[in-house]
DNA sequence: TCATATATGTCAACGTGGCTGACTTAAAAT
DNA sequence: ATTTTAAGTCAGCCACGTTGACATATATGA
C-alpha cells in the first residue's frame, strides 16, 4: 500500500491536508484533557500529577530517571509532582535491588482507585472514537502516532506491544475478548 | 468494514488498548510540539503565540470571540497574547463592516512568514508519518480524532473540509497534486 | 582502592501561560 | 431607552515548566 509516487491521491502531502491535520491533532488533543479535568479538580490535582499517575501506572517500577525519559521534564519538576503523591500516600517508592540508587515507582491502592477514576472518561471516549469508526481506522490512528514519535520512544511502544502479545498466547483466545469492559 | 459486535479482534476494546493508544496520543503530542519549541525560542515566542498564529492563519478574519472559542482559554490569556503579536507586526486588527464591535483578526506579511517557519518541520514530520503509513492509515487518523473532538467543532472542521472540497471543483485535477511541497 | 560517573534529591529564582474578579467602552439588539 | 454583546484592561494568583548550583549515596572502571 501507500506507494506515494504513483498516487493521485488529493489526500496527500498537500499542505492544506497536514494543516488540517495538525488542526485535528490539536483539537483531540485539547478535547481529550478536558475529559479529566473536573476529576483532576475535584482531586484537587494537576495535570502534572495525572501524567505520573499514568506513566507509573503503565510502567509498574519505573525508576525516576525513566520517568523523566518519557515526560522529557527536568527532575526539579517532576519532584515536587513525586513528592505530593507521596505525601498523598498515592505512590511508594522502593530502592532499587541491583542498582540501590534509584528509585523504584509504584501506585499503592490509593494511586490505582483516583488513576482509573482519572481515565475512565478518557478511556470512555478514546473507546467511543474507536467504536465509531472501526477497527481498520483504530490501525490507521496507531500507525500514523507511531510515525509521529521518537526513534526510541517508537521501538520501546511497538517492544512493550510485542512482549504483550506473547504474553498473551498461552491465554485462550476467547479469554481476551471477554475483557472488554466500555 | 468494522462491524463490532462481531469481530473477533483483539485490538478492540480491551483496556490495555484503549491505555496504549492514549500513550500514544500523549507521545505523538509530545513530539510534535517539541518540532516547534527550537524556532520559538528562536523568535523569543511561546506555544501560546504559535498557537494564535496558526489559528488565525487558518481562519482568515477570525474574531477575537472566534478565536477564543477554538483555543478555549480566557481572553485575558488571549489578549496578552495578540498584544505581543500586535507590536511585534505579526498580526493586524480590522473593525467589523457589518458589526463594528467585532476586531477581524489577520496575519501581516511577517506574521506568514514566522507562521510558516513554525510550521515547517511540525508539517514535514506529519508528511512523513503520512507518507510512512499511506493513504488508508492517514484516513483513519482523521477519523479517530474527529471522534474524539467535540460535537460543535467536528462539524465545524467537517463543514470546512466539505466547502474547500467544492471550491476546488473548478480546478483541474493535475493542479490539485502539483502543489504537494513538502 | 581511588577516581569518576550516575541516580536521586534539594534550594532558589524565574518565565510562561493559564485562571478569577472587577470594571470600562462602544455598538448592537430588543 | 434599556439590555446584551464584543472587546479590552488592571490586578493578582497558581500550576508547572525552566536554569543553576550543590549534596549524597552508590556503582563502576582504571
Redesign the interface.
Known amino acids: 500500500?501507500?506507494d506515494?509516487k504513483s498516487?493521485?491521491?488529493?489526500?496527500?502531502?498537500?499542505?492544506?491536508d497536514?494543516?488540517?491535520?495538525?488542526?485535528?491533532?490539536?483539537?483531540?488533543?485539547?478535547?481529550?484533557l478536558?475529559e479529566a479535568d473536573q476529576v483532576l479538580a475535584r482531586h484537587k490535582l494537576g495535570r502534572a500529577h495525572h501524567?505520573a499517575l499514568?506513566f507509573i501506572g503503565?510502567h509498574p517500577a519505573i525508576t525516576v530517571s525513566g520517568l523523566l525519559k518519557l515526560l522529557?521534564i527536568t527532575k526539579q519538576s517532576l519532584s515536587r509532582v513525586l513528592a505530593d503523591l507521596v505525601t498523598l500516600g498515592m505512590i511508594e517508592q522502593t530502592p532499587g535491588l541491583r542498582d540501590r540508587r534509584q528509585r523504584h515507582l509504584a501506585l499503592t491502592a490509593k494511586g490505582i482507585e483516583v488513576e482509573r477514576d482519572l481515565?475512565a472518561q478518557?478511556?470512555a471516549?478514546?473507546?467511543?472514537?474507536?467504536?465509531?469508526?472501526?477497527?481498520?481506522?483504530?490501525?490507521?490512528?496507531?500507525?500514523?502516532?507511531?510515525?509521529?514519535?521518537?526513534e526510541g520512544?517508537r521501538r520501546a511502544?511497538m517492544a512493550r506491544?510485542d512482549q504483550?502479545a506473547e504474553s498473551e498466547q498461552p491465554v485462550p483466545?476467547r479469554a481476551?475478548?471477554g475483557?472488554?469492559?466500555?
Open positions: 500500500m501507500a506515494l498516487s493521485f491521491n488529493p489526500l496527500f502531502l498537500r499542505e492544506e497536514l494543516r488540517d491535520g495538525m488542526e485535528l491533532l490539536f483539537f483531540a488533543y485539547r478535547d481529550f478536558e501524567r499514568y503503565q522529557r481515565t478518557q478511556r471516549l478514546l473507546a467511543r472514537a474507536y467504536r465509531q469508526t472501526g477497527a481498520e481506522a483504530v490501525d490507521g490512528f496507531r500507525k500514523v502516532l507511531l510515525g509521529l514519535i521518537t520512544d511502544m506491544r504483550a483466545a481476551r475478548v475483557r472488554a469492559g466500555l
